[in-house]
């Protein structure tokens, strides 16, 4: 299938919560792309940006109005490819369960637990569509995981390498019973829409790296009796800063 874009792709972003739109991309243009899985979760914006030929795309839209468990992961992941994107980072706003991933910590994770339920997580559910096995025994793409480590070194940032993300169907936020339940099971962090976005890339053979920020510790794993939405959008913001000039320390293709 041919791309689209008349240049190519050097890195495509997928934004989270707090991040709606990349700031420093220049030379912008808009594009809204009918896929066959249905509408993305708005238009993808393709500039420049440090050198590199940057795509973003809104997870959740523009204006935070797509739920996590109602994205069109299909059609974010299919119309970034049909862009020509080669690359993906995903950036996630995440609860941390691990005592040293607390508010505000950015983590780099190489593993996860899939625990959402009715979601449409292949390109195969579509009659007569190829029946893909992929083989997801590790789910981030190591070379672009290593790369954005490499990058958080050369800009001084300070990241962690490595965790378990399990992703929840939310919207809401789990109880200390279910956050109990995941560390036990060896997840390390937890957030919403981790999946099926990993597993769809894989299936377009894209490279795929989650930047996880942390915005708060999980049910039961902080001090707080309670977590406050004010608070994590707080710490979300604060991480949320940093990824522009992590990213801009990423290697062209």
């Not at 009918?34 to 238009?43: I, L, M, R, V």
């Not at 780099?108 to 959402?116: E, G, K």
């Amino acid at each position: 299938m041919p791309h689209l874009e008349s240049k190519s792709i050097d890195l495509a972003v997928i934004g989270g919560s707090g991040l709606y739109a990349f700031p420093g991309l220049e030379n912008t243009t808009r594009h809204a792309l009918d896929t066959p899985f249905g509408a993305a979760s708005g238009d993808v914006v393709i500039g420049d940006f440090a050198g590199m030929r940057v795509a973003f795309l809104a997870r959740h839209g523009e204006s935070h109005s797509v739920p996590p468990h109602r994205v069109n992961y299909r059609a974010n992941l299919w119309a970034l490819h049909r862009l020509g994107a080669h690359r993906v980072i995903g950036v996630n706003a995440v609860g941390g369960i691990r005592s040293d991933m607390g508010p505000r910590v950015i983590v780099v994770p190489d593993q996860l637990i899939d625990y959402t339920h009715g979601r449409l997580t292949s390109f195969c559910d579509v009659d007569g569509a190829e029946v893909k096995h992929i083989d997801f025994s590790e789910p981030y793409t190591e070379a672009l995981r290593q790369q954005l480590l490499a990058a958080a070194r050369t800009a001084g940032i300070a990241v962690i390498d490595g965790g378990c993300y399990g992703a929840t169907q939310g919207p809401r936020l789990e109880t200390r019973a279910e956050i109990a339940r995941m560390k036990r099971d060896g997840c390390d962090l937890v957030g919403m829409t981790g999946m099926p976005e990993a597993a769809l890339a894989r299936e377009l053979s894209l490279d795929y790296a989650c930047l996880a920020l942390v915005a708060n510790f999980a049910a039961g794993c902080g001090d707080e009796a309670e977590i406050s939405i004010e608070e994590i959008f707080a710490h979300l913001a604060a991480a949320t800063a940093e990824v522009p000039r992590l990213l801009a320390a990423m290697p062209q293709t």
